[in-house]
């Protein structure tokens, strides 16, 4: 079946543009999750949404950065005004995890490359 | 709240060495433990889970066994391919968090 889907793949932008980056989960999975990865960096934690819900958006890091989901499904990620320090890759995953099923692991996209010039 | 600690990286073997690569983890609830892999150009992908103290995860000749006492999911190989060059990610899913955790990646060379 199909996996998780990030849009676009590549996103070159002029610093203070608005960027907004498109995330398809897995049909079913309620959880999903946004994360930031620098060159050479580990994974930083940005949000997670269980349904449409984000009981953690602790990660994000300014209120230049918002994220939604709608319908439990597709979820977009807001970066506005963009700063040359917000280029990285941006992974979205998802996965049928929740309260009652934290033990299932996470589906990642092969997510956006963000350069902003 | 949860964090995971990983072996500092880079790691550099020669084909057919030992590896372990160390993680050891902190968990308000009791975690899942997880161990992905990013090899080169390709998206991060599951390498394998422990839901319990005391099981043992495998997959492709990798293993990891969740150790209660230690707090600690290491990961194993007893002979290590070029093919296994990639950027290695602990990671725990807890109850109490709801998300999932992970570790700063370290990095694997394997030379031939």
């Known amino acids: 079946g199909a996996g998780v889907s990030q849009s676009p793949s590549n996103k070159v932008t002029e610093k203070g543009k608005d960027v907004e980056l498109r995330c398809d989960p897995i049909?079913?999975?309620?959880?999903l999750y946004w994360y930031r990865q620098s060159l050479g960096q580990g994974l930083e934690f940005l949000i997670y949404f269980q349904g449409n819900s984000a009981p953690d958006k602790s990660g994000l890091p300014s209120d230049r950065f918002s994220a939604e989901r709608t319908g439990g499904s597709v979820s977009t990620l807001t970066i506005q005004r963009t700063q040359q320090e917000d280029s990285a890759v941006y992974l979205c995953a998802s996965s049928l995890a929740g309260p009652t099923l934290f033990n299932s692991p996470l589906h990642f996209g092969n997510g956006t490359r963000l350069t902003v010039t | 709240g949860d964090s995971v600690t990983q072996m500092e990286g880079p790691v550099t073997l020669s084909e057919e060495a030992f590896l372990t690569i160390n993680c050891t983890y902190t968990?308000?609830?009791?975690?899942?433990l997880f161990w992905y892999v990013q090899y080169p150009g390709e998206g991060l992908q599951l390498l394998l889970k422990?839901?319990?103290?005391?099981d043992k995860g495998s997959n492709k000749g990798f293993e990891a066994t969740y150790r209660k006492e230690t707090t600690s999911f290491h990961l194993e190989k007893g002979s290590v391919q070029v093919s296994d060059s990639a950027v290695y990610f602990c990671a725990l899913s807890d109850t109490n968090a709801g998300k999932s955790t992970f570790g700063d990646g370290t990095t694997l060379t394997v030379k031939p």
């Open positions: 049909s079913g999975h309620t959880a």
């Open positions: 422990a839901t319990k103290a005391d």
């Open positions: 968990a308000t609830g009791y975690p899942s």
